[in-house]
């Protein structure tokens, strides 16, 4: 495979979606109370040419344009396609989350269209999340709240992803209903140090999260001292290197089957 500056991405991207290209990840959400697999967030990878290309390599050019919806709605037809065979082969399925870029705002359909994919694979709703990132401030308030809420309305639980990141954290937290809030790698300490300022910050965010009623989880995790800290602040899920990268299919599966024993 050429470098990332002769990579075609968007003249490849039809001939790669419509030949399944694209495999979905499974990035493993951990319990802290007792280290068992709780959840997960599906990724993009793409395989080309006999090599897994990274995703950096080519979801800011479909980001650029509207091929990352064309890829949203292919991951999120394709975790349901898991789900639905998960439950019928009797499999203990954990709860999955699902991106969902700011480039779909605009789409007048959106909500329907996420809703007929859910709703096509007839199983619990309980397993599948949709996660917008907190920069998702930057397109129309009002039709953020409209879908976040018809999401929740549907029973489709939403997640705010990246929380920390931008400048309008609280006014999300207050006008939209959210059921899990991502904490931002950037307010996890990377000491021990738990009266740090970051420390500080991260204890009141997941203390306000509790306190309207939305779960917390930790992205970014990679130190016995991080879980250690926000074990001490009462935030007991997380995901990241320390317990596992983006894994394939068969082993996520492997990992899932595991955690019932």
Same mark, same amino acid.
């Given at each position: ?19 399944? /290209?694209?495999? =979905? $990840? ?20 793409? %395989?080309?040419?006999? /090599? ?12 650029? @344009? ?9 991951? &999120? /037809? ?10 019928? /082969? @009797? ?13 779909? $705002? ?13 709703? %096509? ?19 129309? $308030? %009002? ?6 809420? @018809? &999401? ?28 899990? &809030? ?17 420390? =500080? ?5 997941? *203390? ?9 989880? *930790? ?32 082993? $996520? ?5 595991? *955690?019932?024993?």
């Amino acid at each position: 495979m050429a470098d990332n500056d002769n990579l075609d991405v968007l003249g490849l991207f039809p001939e790669a979606i419509k030949n399944e /290209e694209f495999q =979905v $990840f499974y990035q493993p959400k951990i319990s802290l109370k007792n280290y068992r697999l709780e959840g997960a967030e599906a990724l993009c990878r793409w %395989k080309h040419g006999g /090599e897994m290309i990274a995703p950096f390599r080519f979801i800011p050019a479909l980001e650029a @344009g509207q091929e990352i919806c064309t890829l949203d709605f292919y991951m &999120l /037809e394709h975790v349901c396609q898991d789900i639905k065979r998960w439950l019928d /082969e @009797g499999k203990r399925v954990v709860r999955v989350s699902v991106n969902l870029s700011r480039r779909h $705002f605009g789409n007048e359909n959106l909500l329907k269209d996420i809703i007929g994919i859910i709703n %096509k694979y007839d199983f619990p709703k309980k397993y599948i999340e949709i996660e917008l990132t907190e920069t998702s401030t930057d397109v129309d $308030f %009002k039709e953020l709240k409209e879908v976040v809420t @018809g &999401l929740v309305d549907a029973g489709i639980r939403t997640s705010i992803d990246d929380f920390g990141m931008g400048y309008s954290s609280l006014n999300l937290l207050r006008e939209l209903p959210w059921d899990t &809030l991502k904490i931002d790698r950037s307010l996890l300490p990377v000491t021990k140090d738990e009266n740090s300022k970051i420390a =500080v910050i991260m204890e009141h965010v997941i *203390a306000m999260a509790h306190t309207l009623g939305i779960e917390c989880i *930790a992205e970014g995790v990679e130190t016995i001292d991080q879980i250690n800290i926000l074990k001490t602040k009462s935030c007991f899920l997380a995901q990241g290197f320390y317990f596992d990268r983006p894994l394939e299919k068969q082993e $996520f599966e492997r990992r899932m089957i595991a *955690a019932v024993r």
